[in-house]
């Protein structure tokens, strides 16, 4: 199985802020990242999927890069609406394996 | 408009069993691949099931090592439903449980659209 290490595992950042969240895969996984925010009490959203693709409708300051065996999610400016929990999957090979998530509170 | 409702969650006792429901609207039901995704209380997000999608008779099911062998992913098409038939539950099986559409090996597979989740509860 592909082990999604995410990190950090929480995150206090002040609006405007640049933010980035990394996740290493324990083996290579092309391009078959995607990213999704899960506001408290809601269902995981879909940002990015396939690394770089950012879905209709999901603000212009998320964006995603990597390749490989490490990816990263950037926040280029901070909104207090982006509070939630953001988590990192792998959809490479079964079993499709999320990474640990992030908090990310506004400080 | 693209919908995912859960149904069928509850409270069961230590190696009872529960069938999930998922009824889908908003899109070709039978060509996409669905699966089905868990998150115990206050905790992260666990992949447990997919489903191939046409054609899916016979077709590949893959399941976490966790649930292989006491669940099982289904799907009625005529009725566009997707199905989590669950045995011999364990506490550890207590999460929210939500239907997720894949969107395609094209698109790598993101899980594009998700239901608001159905909770299982298992003690005793």
């Known amino acids: 199985d592909i082990q999604m290490t995410q990190s950090p595992s929480s995150l206090s950042a002040s609006v405007g802020d640049r933010v980035t969240i990394t996740c290493r895969p324990s083996?290579?996984?092309?391009?078959?990242l995607n990213w999704y925010q899960q506001r408290p009490g809601r269902a995981p959203k879909l940002l990015v999927s396939?690394?770089?693709t950012l879905q209709s409708g999901v603000p212009s300051r998320f964006s995603g890069s990597g390749s490989g065996t490490e990816f990263s999610l950037t926040i280029s400016s901070l909104q207090r609406e982006d509070v939630g929990t953001y988590f990192c999957q792998q959809s490479f090979s079964t079993p499709f394996t999320f990474g640990q998530g992030t908090k990310l509170e506004i400080k | 408009e693209v919908q995912l409702v859960e149904s069928g969650g509850g409270l069961v006792q230590p190696g009872g069993s529960l069938r999930l429901s998922c009824v889908a609207s908003g899109f070709t039901f039978s060509t996409y691949e669905m699966n089905w995704v868990r998150q115990a209380p206050g905790k992260g997000l666990e992949w447990v099931s997919y489903i191939n999608g046409r054609d899916s008779r016979g077709g590949p099911t893959y399941y976490a090592d966790s649930v292989r062998g006491r669940f099982t992913i289904s799907r009625d098409d005529a009725k566009n439903s997707l199905y989590l038939q669950m045995t011999s539950l364990r506490e550890e099986d207590t999460a929210m449980y939500f239907c997720?559409?894949?969107?395609?090996?094209?698109?790598?597979?993101?899980?594009?659209?998700w239901g608001q989740g159905t909770l299982v509860t298992v003690s005793s």
């Open positions: 083996q290579s996984i092309g391009r078959y």
């Open positions: 396939a690394t770089f």
């Open positions: 997720a559409r894949d969107a395609g090996p094209l698109a790598a597979r993101p899980l594009d659209y």
